[in-house]
Each structure stands twice: as C-alpha cells, then as structure tokens.
C-alpha cells in the first residue's frame, strides 16, 4: 500500500522550490512512501514578473484545487509576505471552498515549510497564520517539533525554520538555503512521510 504525499508550494526566487526539492528526498526515503512536487498557479503577469526580475518557473506540474484530495499528507510551501502567506498560496487555497464544503481533506496529515527575507520577518507567524487554512478544512497539522535535534540550537550560525517546519533565509535574494536549513528540509520531509504512511495504515 503506497502513501502518497504532495509537496504543494509557490516560488518566486526559487528559495522555497529548493527546500520543497529537499523535502521530496527526505518524503521519499521511506519505504512505501512516493512523493510527488506540485506548483501552485502564478497570479502576476509575465511582464511583472520579468520587470520583479523573478526566473523562470521550475518543471513541476500545476496542481489545481481538486486534485489535492487525491494525497494522503500535504506539505504545503510558500514565500512570505509581511509575515503570512504569500498571494499566490492564498488565492490557491481560496480557491478550495468545493473541498472545504463536503470536508474532503478532513483527516489528511499536512506540514508547512517557507521563505522569509529576515529572521523577525515571518518564521514564526508565516506559518502560525497558515494553520487556520489546516483547521477550516479539517487537517491534522504536524509540526516537526524540535525533532531535528541539536542544530535547532545551534546559535552560530543564522538559519531558518523552527518547530512548525523548515525555513530558509533569503535575505535579499541572494542568499539560498544553506546546508542546514536543507538538512532539515530533508529531516521534515522524511518525518512528515513517517507519521503519513502511520496514519494511512491505521484507517
């Protein structure tokens, strides 16, 4: 019996699309685990983007909203701005009202992991925002905790992510997710499919 999981996410640099790639190895190293890369639809114009000097989109499909029912766990990513969702992410999830009505995601497992451009710009409260899109439809969030062990603890270093899931810096945009912060994409990645694959085969 397979677990599938879907790593949702909306990136505009490519900084969350690097830890969403992290998160699918880790998702994928457990057995009976497949692991599948989703883009959410981009809401700005070509021009905009080229004049916001924003690359091209990588190769993983555009998930519509229907589709989401077909996972098992979700992992949802995104960008942040001034300390919540980016647009994008939330105009996606806006656009969910048919599965929220007949609760089809009730029950599915689902994490979050982000971006933000400062450590005191959203690492904690992009994510604490997110959960009430989890709780309106029924979904049990699963927090990684401090179960990536000592490094979230480790001062010497500046790093993203916290006990909600796995985070990145960007700074201003220059900066990409260091070996740590993909260390503990790759960790969430692999904990959230543990806890998925549990769930699935205890109903």
Request: neutral net charge.
């Amino acid at each position: 019996m397979v677990t599938e999981i879907y790593i949702v996410y909306y990136s505009m640099y490519g900084h969350v699309e690097k830890l969403a790639e992290e998160i699918q190895k880790g998702a994928s190293s457990v057995e009976g685990v497949e692991a599948k890369l989703w883009q959410v639809p981009e809401t700005l114009p070509e021009e905009v983007l080229a004049k916001m000097g924003a690359p091209p989109k990588g190769n993983a499909p555009i998930i519509t909203p229907k589709e989401l029912a077909e996972a098992d766990g979700l992992l949802f990513g995104f960008p942040t701005r001034f300390g919540m969702m980016a647009a994008q992410f939330k105009a996606f999830l806006d656009a969910t009202g048919g599965l929220w009505r007949a609760q089809q995601l009730a029950s599915k497992p689902a994490g979050i992991f982000y971006s933000t451009g400062t450590q005191g710009g959203g690492q904690e409260t992009t994510p604490l925002t997110a959960i009430t899109q989890l709780v309106h439809h029924g979904m049990i969030f699963v927090p990684i905790g401090y179960t990536f062990g000592a490094k979230m603890f480790d001062m010497g270093k500046i790093k993203g992510g916290s006990p909600y899931g796995a985070g990145t810096l960007a700074g201003d945009g220059s900066r990409y997710p260091s070996e740590v912060e993909l260390e503990q994409a790759f960790h969430q990645g692999k904990y959230f499919a543990g806890i998925a694959r549990k769930l699935k085969g205890s109903s």
